[in-house]
């Protein structure tokens, strides 16, 4: 069992910036793929950006490419994403998320653990 612990979470007027982090005290698995997901009141959790094992590779969904940059540091067991240029549509529940299987994947239903999720509020 792998336990994510997600903070950074807040409010934040349009324009500004927020960075989060996923870390975890399990250092039992690490050739794993990482992913943040959002939930926004009444709509479905939705793909925000990935990560590889390494770091190498990233993904990201559209409507965050070029503000949201997702990173990680091994030597910590944490991984980041940083968000600039927030909009009030940022708003939501954000989760981090590990994959165990060693390739990307944009479904919720391909990670395997969850961390429990911190808010983020953008006002206009």
């Known amino acids: 069992q792998m336990h994510l612990v997600e903070s950074g979470g807040g409010l934040v007027q349009a324009g500004g910036s927020l960075r989060l982090s996923c870390a975890t005290s399990d250092t039992t698995y690490s050739d794993y793929y990482a992913g943040w997901f959002r939930q926004a009141p009444g709509k479905d959790r939705e793909f925000a950006a990935a990560i590889s094992w390494d770091g190498e590779e990233t993904y990201y969904a559209d409507s965050v490419k070029g503000r949201f940059a997702i990173s990680r540091d091994s030597t910590k067991n944490t991984i980041y994403l940083q968000m600039n240029s927030l909009k009030p549509e940022d708003t939501a529940n954000y989760y981090c998320?590990?994959?165990?299987?060693?390739?990307?994947?944009?479904?919720?239903?391909?990670?395997?653990?969850w961390g429990q999720g911190t808010r983020v509020t953008v006002s206009s």
């Open positions: 998320a590990a994959n165990l299987a060693s390739s990307f994947c944009s479904g919720g239903a391909a990670y395997d653990y």
